[in-house]
T-cell receptor
Framework: GESVGLHLPTLSVQEGDNSIINCAYS??????FIWYKQESGKGPQFIID?????DKRQGQRVTVLLNKTVKHLSLQIAATQPGDSAVYFC?????????????FGKGTRLSVIA | DAGVTQSPTHLIKTRGQHVTLRCSPI?????VSWYQQVLGQGPQFIFQ???????GRGNFPDRFSARQFPNYSSELNVNALLLGDSALYLC?????????????FGQGTRLTVV
């Protein structure tokens, strides 16, 4: 992944509001895109994924949108709850024969205000 | 069923020393990947192993090495530690190496080099 500074972008939302977290990816040939949630002291936790032949996928309270034209991915969280506070990463799965299974984005810290 | 387990959880080493980190995958998972996560950044791929064979290697110096055992557990070794090696080291396991969206991460080993 890209080298970034120590400070993650932060998104603060009121409890109950919707959150939108954005991500730019690098490889237009990537086949899979995944959103992870990482809480303090824990490893990344899978939230939702989307294949490159789709532009939208919905899960429970979450929706992922994929815009291949501008290489942009977004994660929408409906009715954000305090338990959603975490760092969110997007990741892409570059095509074979590349040897890197996942390339992670820069991360966004979501803070939910009760 | 236990998730991915990593040991130790925390470790402090001195510059120049050697370290071994261990990972036990989810039962039945045959592929293990290692990632380095420096504070404030997304995880960066180090190695992937499948059926005891190295499947991929990220852009890390030869001081980093790994192996996978017949029971699919894995070790990551880092020689001649540098201050910049301080990071959270994550292990992820999946049934097969290309099932990246089905990979589960452990909680990581926090390595501090002083």
């Amino acid at each position: 992944g890209e080298s970034v500074g120590l400070h993650l972008p932060t998104l603060s939302v009121q409890e109950g509001d919707n959150s939108i977290i954005n991500c730019a990816y690098s490889n237009s040939a990537s086949d899979y895109f995944i959103w992870y949630k990482q809480e303090s002291g824990k490893g990344p936790q899978f939230i939702i994924d989307i294949r490159s032949n789709m532009d939208k996928r919905q899960g429970q309270r979450v929706t992922v949108l994929l815009n291949k034209t501008v290489k942009h991915l977004s994660l929408q969280i409906a009715a954000t709850q305090p338990g959603d506070s975490a760092v969110y990463f997007c990741a892409e799965n570059p095509p074979f024969p590349g040897n890197t299974p996942l390339v992670f984005g820069k991360g966004t810290r979501l803070s939910v205000i009760a | 069923d236990a998730g991915v387990t990593q040991s130790p959880t925390h470790l402090i080493k001195t510059r120049g020393q050697h370290v071994t980190l261990r990972c036990s995958p989810i039962s039945g998972h045959k592929s293990v990947s290692w990632y380095q996560q420096v504070l404030g950044q997304g995880p960066q791929f180090i190695f992937q192993y499948y059926e005891k064979e190295e499947r991929g290697r990220g852009n890390f110096p030869d001081r980093f090495s790994a192996r996978q055992f017949p029971n699919y557990s894995s070790e990551l070794n880092v020689n001649a530690l540098l201050l910049g090696d301080s990071a959270l080291y994550l292990c992820a396991s999946s049934l097969y190496p290309d099932r990246v969206s089905e990979a589960f991460f452990g909680q990581g080993t926090r390595l501090t080099v002083v």
